[in-house]
């Protein structure tokens, strides 16, 4: 019998139900941060810990070595009503050190204290060297089965549902820094395949710096803050970065993809992920394909505009992960599509000119559409942040049957470093029995002792061959899953350190992608390289990196020098391939579902209750996440809360605004109670001043807004000009909520922004 079923099945298909509840948003605003309201005296009464909120859900109970236990879902969590010690000893006090009197001497004896403090000294570990920021969320996967010509991993058959964990990450910045500064971000998804755990770790961008891993060292070191001051925190606008990449021309690529909108996502749920390198899939006939992982957000990819990013880095530092964890509780569960670009497995390995074991190359989709393989939809929190989204441990190595490696240079570092660095991060070589890396497939490895050892092995002979245990474990033949590694010829050779010629063109891929962009994500990257080199000190990287955009575009280099104040280079127009442009590579043009969308509505205790009412049934319908704003935040009636209040609120909160009235100032609306007060509107004393920025910002940063009142007023205190796109006014609730959705198809009103680089 395949023991691959059975209990381990069981699991499985109770975690995919989840996927298949149907659930619709709620109505409720998420965030709150237990599962029960507390009351306002501290209970004294013992009674069990509160469960998991709804939203939640924590790696599944298996053991060590990946057996179902059949133990309750929080078998590993707090137990019993009363404060104990970690040996379960109950203890009466926690406030108050054991001391020879009340003045004391602290005593030694104190085996409570010692405890207490000792294991708080010890509660962290080292952050991840790169991408320490992060958020996840519990998820399922849905094989679409169209893969199975290529791949004979079990995973991917039609209908075929896995349970996953996906990790969401910035590169540079510590585990404190800010969630919306411009940097690459990470997309990892571990697959809890019965066939042993597939970890898929990759990008929101699909190429990277460098070539060769041995030169990860390096960039990393480039992009961290300065050694000598630690800053500047979570970005690349400082010299190392810039020296580095201007002199290794080979980061072009990712240098300007890092310098487009991607790079400030809206979202992690508005977001692609990319597999970087050339992975090699393997059929149930032993035939190989080589091919691109891509992760098509079924939202789509929609970024911030910059002021956006720096005010909300000010705001509200964890934006992302809020997002990403109220989205899951209201019930707007994430989507994204697995799809592959697939290739001939040719002995040269190139398609089209292009070299696929090139990782800072991509193939244009044009030339090779991506074809969707399977649905991962997040439906789940995690319960535990440190125990899950922290200690969770993805590795490329970590593979499946179907799926093999390529000769990529740069994942060939990768396959080192993931596991070296997980074994100092997480104490010892037993990683993978923590819960959340802990495999749904049986695992029986002849691995044995080291740190943190959970399981308690049997057996006297962790051996090959044996007779003592019977000959157990026993090697496994094709017909038992087993994974092989791809028979690849290796052409005879020489040692050499160096690169094979195809690797050498550094330039014409990013003039590609600069010439798939619409003018305003010209004018955005423009923008972004002139504000991070403005923050360069050094004049001569300034120079240098001008002699680069020079590769790729006269207007790029032109507008970037006029910006600093220096002169363009002269056009580098000799070899400058003739290039199409992809159209794929440009976040517009495209219309996407409004599910998920967060809306403000304006509003103040005079307004038409029954009115704000009828518009967030109407909202929620439509799949918006409603949010009212208010002068304070008291209630506007027994049944309609206030989530945020005019002190509180700014406008890249939300991707739309309803005014649903035009409020007098508030008592705090001067500045020395709030700084915003007057920003706009100071010469307007009938309304709120910190209402009119809000509609002013919302306007500038070309999102949709509509007003149910007479809004002329408001409007020419926020300097929106009223017959501009994506401005409503004097409809009604359910008419202008249809009138925003409909807007947010694309994101933003992007005819608002003139753009003037073609």
């Known amino acids: 019998m395949d023991d691959r079923t059975g209990p381990v099945k069981k699991i499985v298909d109770a975690v995919a139900e989840t996927v298949h509840d149907d659930r619709q948003p709620s109505g409720r605003v998420p965030g709150a941060p237990g599962s029960r309201p507390p009351q306002v005296a501290e209970p004294t009464e013992p009674r069990a810990p509160l469960p998991p909120k709804p939203d939640q859900q924590a790696p599944l109970p298996l053991s060590p070595t990946g057996r179902d236990t059949g133990a309750p879902a929080d078998v590993r969590s707090q137990s019993g009503g009363y404060l104990t010690t970690a040996q379960g000893a109950r203890l009466p006090d926690s406030d108050h050190s054991l001391k020879a009197g009340p003045r004391g001497p602290v005593l030694l004896q104190d085996h409570h204290l010692r405890e207490k403090i000792t294991h708080f000294d010890h509660e962290r570990i080292p952050e991840r060297v790169v991408h320490a920021r992060g958020a996840a969320a519990h998820g399922v996967f849905r094989g679409y089965g169209t893969a199975s010509a290529v791949s004979k991993a079990a995973f991917l058959k039609e209908g075929v549902e896995t349970p996953l964990f996906v990790r ?42 460098i070539q060769d891993a041995i030169k990860f060292p390096d960039v990393i070191h480039a992009g961290k803050p300065h050694p000598d001051r630690e800053i500047p925190q979570a970005q690349s606008a400082h010299d190392t970065f810039w020296d580095f990449v201007s002199l290794h021309t080979e980061a072009t690529h990712h240098t300007i993809w890092n310098m487009s909108d991607r790079a400030i996502p809206r979202s992690f749920r508005m977001m692609e992920g990319f597999g970087i390198h050339t992975f090699r899939l393997v059929n149930a006939e032993g035939a190989a394909t080589l091919v691109k992982f891509h992760w098509k957000p079924k939202a789509g990819v929609h970024s911030l505009v910059w002021e956006e990013a720096q005010l909300i880095g000010g705001m509200d530092p964890d934006f992302h992960r809020r997002d990403l964890a ?14 592959i670009q697939a290739f001939p497995d040719t002995p040269e390995q190139m398609f089209q ?66 596991l070296d660095t997980q074994i100092t991060r997480l104490g010892g070589p037993n990683f993978a029995q923590i819960p959340i890396n802990r495999t749904h497939a049986p695992v029986n490895d002849m691995l044995r002792d080291g740190f943190h050892q959970d399981a308690v092995h049997s057996g006297v002979a962790p051996y090959k061959p044996n007779s003592l245990d019977g000959g157990c474990p026993f090697f496994a033949g094709p017909d038992d899953h087993a994974f092989v590694e791809f028979p690849t010829p290796v052409a005879a050779s020489a040692k050499v350190r160096a690169a094979p010629a195809s690797f050498a063109d550094h330039f014409s891929q990013p003039r590609l992608f600069w ?20 923050k360069v000190y050094e004049q001569a990287i300034k120079e240098r990196v001008l002699t680069v955009l020079a590769q790729i575009d006269d207007t790029l280099c032109q507008e970037v020098a006029a910006g600093l104040g220096l002169p363009a280079p002269q056009a580098a127009t000799t070899g400058r391939a003739d290039i199409a442009p992809s159209p794929a590579l440009s976040q517009l043009g495209q219309r996407w579902p409004a599910t998920g969308r967060v809306l403000g509505i304006v509003a103040d205790p005079g307004s038409d209750v029954g009115a704000v009412r009828g518009i967030r049934e109407a909202a929620l319908s439509a799949g918006l996440l409603p949010l009212v704003i208010a002068p304070t935040g008291a209630p506007l009636s027994d049944d309609l809360a206030v989530q945020r209040t005019f002190a509180a609120a700014r406008s890249v909160e939300f991707d739309a605004l309803l005014v649903a009235a035009a409020p007098a100032p508030g008592a705090d609306d001067r500045g020395v109670r709030d700084a915003k007060s007057g920003a706009v509107a100071a010469n307007r004393p009938t309304l709120d001043s910190r209402v009119a920025l809000l509609v002013n910002e919302a306007y500038r940063h070309a999102k949709p807004i509509a007003g149910l009142v007479d809004a002329r007023a408001l409007w020419a205190a926020a300097g929106v000009d009223p017959q501009a796109p994506g401005v409503f006014s004097e409809t009604d609730g359910a008419d202008a909520v249809a009138a925003l959705a409909e807007q947010l198809g694309t994101h933003r009103v992007w005819e608002r922004f003139p753009a003037t680089a073609r």
């Open 168 to 209: 969401f990450s910035t590169v540079l910045g510590s585990r404190g820094s800010a969630d919306t500064v411009r940097d690459t971000r990470g997309f990892a998804t571990k697959f809890y395949t019965t066939e042993g755990v597939f970890d898929l770790v990759g990008n929101n961008i699909p190429v990277f710096f």
């Open 326 to 339: 109220d989205a899951i509780e209201a019930g707007n569960f994430p989507q994204w599509e697995l799809g």
């Open 353 to 418: 000119g292009i070299d696929l074991l090139d990782p800072t190359k991509i193939v244009p989709e044009e030339l090779a559409p991506v074809q969707p393989i399977g649905l991962l939809t997040l439906n789940a929190n995690p319960v535990n942040y440190f125990a899950e989204t922290e200690q969770v441990a993805f590795h490329p190595g970590h593979l499946v049957p179907g799926i093999d490696i390529t000769d990529d240079p740069l994942l060939a570092g990768r396959l080192f470093s993931y």
């Open 515 to 534: 010439l798939s962009l619409s003018p305003v994500e010209r004018e955005h990257v423009i923008a972004a390289y002139t504000f991070e080199l403005s």
